[in-house]
Every structure is written in structure tokens, then in C-alpha cells.
């Protein structure tokens, strides 16, 4: 076993929603730096355009929920934007792989 890092991680998970939204339709998927640092995905579907928020844990952890927040941060920008809030919860294995489905909450 190795020690993943926690940008590895991170870049695991977000390339893992990436190629779901593409496969599952989405168009012009598009990683966003938000004002705090964390990264956030719009991609615009037939049904409606999204902005997804993206909780990551190394497996066997389970992400944590949203916070209050975290939620209603997501839920400004993503109106300001036009777009349906979502979050993304991913699990990474040690092989940094994704450990079962990638769960989705959606906020507005």
C-alpha cells in the first residue's frame, strides 16, 4: 500500500465526476477555483446546467455531509450562475480508484 496525497485525492475524485458528467451527457464540463480555494465542476446537460461540489475520503472513511455553509455558498453561486446545485461524494481506494459509485445530493 502507498500513501496517497490529499491533492492526489482530490484530483482523483474530480477526474472521476468529470468523466461521469461526460458519460452520463454532460457538455462543456468545466473545473472553477472558487473564492476559498476548493474546486467546483460546471457542465451544462439537456435537463439542466450544474454546479457540483465535490466531498472526497480516502476509503475506508466516508466523506463528511455539507455543511450549512458550504450549502448555502454553493447554492448563491450556483444561482448567480444559472445553475442546480449538486454534491458529489467520492470515495478513493489505496489504489487511487473510486471505491463504489460516486453518491449525488442535490441542493436546489
Do not use: C
Not at 485525492?9 to 473545473?31: C, D, H, P, R, Y
Not at 460546471?42 to 465535490?54: C, P, R
Not at 453561486?77 to 478513493?92: D, E, M, N, Q
Request: without cysteine.
Amino acid at each position: 500500500m502507498r500513501n496517497l496525497e490529499v491533492a492526489e485525492i482530490g484530483q482523483t475524485a474530480e477526474k472521476e465526476v468529470e468523466n461521469w458528467l461526460i458519460t452520463n451527457g454532460f457538455i462543456n464540463v468545466l473545473k472553477i477555483n472558487g473564492q476559498s480555494g476548493r474546486t467546483a465542476i460546471e457542465a451544462n446537460g439537456t435537463v439542466e446546467n450544474i454546479l457540483v461540489h465535490i466531498k472526497t475520503a480516502l476509503d475506508p472513511n466516508r466523506p463528511g455531509k455539507i455543511s450549512e455553509d458550504e450549502k448555502n455558498k454553493l447554492k448563491l453561486s450556483s444561482a448567480k450562475l444559472g445553475r442546480k446545485a449538486y454534491v458529489a461524494y467520492v470515495v478513493i481506494g489505496e489504489d487511487n480508484k473510486v471505491v463504489g459509485e460516486i453518491s449525488w445530493e442535490r441542493l436546489s
